[in-house]
C-alpha cells in the first residue's frame, strides 16, 4: 500500500481543500469520520480504491482559485481564515435555518410529523454551535495567536488558564463529534436533505441550507482538527514554559 492509501481523508482534504469534492461524490464522510485511512474508507463504502486516487489526482490539478492554500497558511493566519470564512458564514446560515424551519413545521408538519423532532435536532445543534464559536474566538484562538506571536519573537510560551493548548483542543474536538453526529442523523432521516414531492418552495430552501451547513462545516472541521490543531500542538511544544 501507499503512503497515500494509509493517509487520513480527513488530513486529505484539510491539506487541499479541492478534494473534498471527491469525497463529498462518494458520501465519505471526512469531517467526524475523518481519522478514516483512504483504503479503508474506500472499502467501508464500496468505492475502488484507484477511481478515488485517480479522482483526488485530479481535483489536485484543477484548483479551484478560490480556495485558498490552507496548509501554506502560517497558524494564525489560518485561525483568522477559519473564523472570516467559516464562523461567519455559520453564524448567518443557522438563524435562516431556525426561521424557515418554524414556517415548515407550521405549514407541513400534520403530512410529515417528523418534522418537529428535526426541528428539535437542529435548536441543539444551533445551540451547541453558537457557544462552540464563542470558545473558538474568545479563548482557543487568541491563545493559538498568542504562541505564534511568542514564538516569532523569541519568547517563552504564554500562561494559560487551562494549561496547554491539549485541553481546549480536546473539548473542541468533542463538540466536533457531537455537531456531526446531530447532522448525520438529520442527513440520514432526510435521504440527504432531499424535500419531499409536496415541499412547498421554504421546505426546499430549509433543505438546501441544511446541505449547505453540512458542507461547509465538515470542511470547517477538517481544517481544524487535521491541520490547525496538531499544528498548534506542535508549535506549543516547541516553546519553552515561561
Not at 473558538?136 to 504564554?158: K, S
Not at 418552495?201 to 465538515?218: A, V
Amino acid at each position: 500500500m501507499s503512503a497515500l492509501d494509509q493517509q487520513p481523508i480527513g488530513q486529505i482534504v484539510a491539506q487541499d481543500l479541492n478534494t473534498a469534492k471527491v469525497f463529498e461524490r462518494h458520501g465519505m464522510d471526512y469531517c467526524c469520520h475523518g481519522h478514516q485511512p483512504l483504503a479503508a474508507a474506500c472499502q467501508t463504502h464500496g468505492v475502488a480504491l484507484e477511481q478515488v486516487k485517480a479522482e483526488l489526482a485530479a481535483a489536485a490539478q484543477t484548483k479551484d482559485a478560490l480556495l485558498p492554500d490552507a496548509n501554506a497558511m502560517a497558524i494564525d493566519e489560518l485561525a483568522r481564515y477559519i473564523v472570516a470564512t467559516h464562523h461567519v458564514f455559520t453564524k448567518q446560515i443557522l438563524p435562516s435555518i431556525a426561521t424557515h424551519f418554524t414556517a415548515v413545521v407550521r405549514a407541513h408538519s400534520e403530512n410529515h410529523p417528523e418534522l418537529p423532532a428535526q426541528q428539535e435536532a437542529f435548536a441543539a445543534l444551533h445551540a451547541e454551535l453558537d457557544m462552540h464559536l464563542q470558545k473558538e474566538e474568545r479563548v482557543l484562538f487568541p491563545y493559538i495567536e498568542a504562541i505564534v506571536r511568542a514564538e516569532r519573537a523569541g519568547q517563552p510560551r504564554p500562561v494559560a488558564g487551562f494549561g496547554t493548548v491539549n485541553a481546549p483542543i480536546a473539548a473542541m474536538i468533542s463538540e466536533h463529534e457531537t455537531a456531526g453526529a446531530i447532522l448525520d442523523k438529520l442527513h440520514a432521516e432526510t435521504n440527504g436533505f432531499q424535500p419531499p414531492a409536496d415541499a412547498c418552495n421554504t421546505y426546499r430552501l430549509l433543505f438546501k441550507e441544511l446541505g449547505d451547513l453540512e458542507q461547509d462545516l465538515h470542511r470547517h472541521i477538517a481544517l481544524e482538527n487535521y491541520l490547525l490543531f496538531p499544528k498548534a500542538i506542535a508549535l506549543e511544544a516547541k516553546l519553552q514554559p515561561a
